[in-house]
């Protein structure tokens, strides 16, 4: 069904089940995530390309967005928010900050790479909310990695946490 093609899309296979419609039906809910913030982003092009990269070799769903304060976007720092989420393994998750943490991913001033120093996790959590993969907000995670997508309105961000992590995230 659209719930396989999605996750098919996301490469996230089932490799033990029977080629019929539900492949995807042994999925219990219980899902781990992380929500970020990003102090700054001076090469946020490469920055984001590094995130991206890593998530696909995590397994780890990405969602990144930034929101400008009273949606000004003369403003020079936009608010970054960086979720990070896996389906059923914490250390996929821990393993993403782990070489965040230790990884070269942007640049400081003088354009020289440089390690994270002012990212700050926000909130780690075990048990989302039960339909962060369901259709409602499946259309945000299949546009997570699209840059003409990031740019999201305060309220639009607020609602994306509080539908991935419940009421935890709020």
């Known amino acids: ?44 092009k490469g920055y984001r390309k590094w995130l991206r990269k890593t998530s696909e070799e995590t397994g780890c769903f990405l969602l990144m967005k930034q ?51 002012k990212m700050s996790v926000l909130i780690e959590l075990s048990q989302l909310n039960n339909n962060t993969f369901d259709d409602e907000i499946n259309s945000f995670w299949k546009d997570s990695k699209a840059e003409e997508k990031i740019n999201v309105s305060f309220e639009q961000l607020l609602h994306l946490i509080e539908t991935i992590g419940g009421d935890d995230w709020k």
């Open 1 to 44: 069904g659209l719930k396989s093609l999605f996750l098919t899309s996301m490469k996230v296979y089932d490799n033990n089940s029977d080629d019929d419609d539900d492949d995807c039906d042994h999925y219990d809910g219980s899902s781990y995530g992380a929500l970020i913030r990003v102090d700054h982003m001076n090469d946020s």
């Open 67 to 117: 929101c400008y304060p009273n949606n000004d976007f003369t403003t020079k720092r936009p608010f970054i928010v960086v979720v990070i989420v896996s389906k059923e393994e914490d250390a996929k998750v821990k393993s993403f900050l782990k070489r965040w943490r230790t990884s070269r991913v942007d640049v400081d001033s003088k354009g020289k790479a440089c390690l994270e120093r």
